[in-house]
């Protein structure tokens, strides 16, 4: 049972990256996905989620009108586009597979974990 991440990098301020997440071992068609975040030094914060049957996203206020979330449910697989990127926007990125169907901010309901990718905003 795994999820991978992939996308991340180094991009410059104002540019765009398209992450994503791919599950392996199970299928997450019936979970609801969330992507996290975690700066140096600082705790990891929930940033956008996306429902089991993609009907229902939430994101997080600092990423609103920047970051779409998306999934292929045939291909088991979850996208996180994130356009406009801000210097603070540099973290490790995690996706997980939340233990319900419907997008939750709750980070004590995310099971399954990826290893995480980095991105890095440059100013």
């Known amino acids: 049972v795994q999820l991978v991440e992939s996308g991340g990098g180094l991009v410059q301020a104002g540019g765009s990256l398209r992450l994503s997440c791919a599950a392996s071992g199970r299928t997450f068609n019936n979970n609801a996905i969330g992507w996290f975040r975690q700066a140096p030094g600082k705790e990891r914060e929930f940033v956008i989620g996306i429902s089991q049957s993609g009907h229902s996203t939430y994101h997080a206020d600092s990423v609103k009108g920047r970051f779409t979330i998306s999934r292929d449910n045939a291909k088991n697989t979850v996208y996180l586009r994130m356009n406009s990127l801000k210097p603070e926007d540099t973290a490790v990125y995690y996706c997980?597979?939340?233990?319900?169907?419907?997008?939750?901010?709750?980070?004590?309901?995310?099971?399954?974990w990826g290893q995480g990718t980095q991105v890095t905003v440059s100013s």
């Open positions: 997980a597979a939340a233990r319900i169907t419907d997008v939750t901010t709750r980070i004590n309901l995310y099971d399954y």
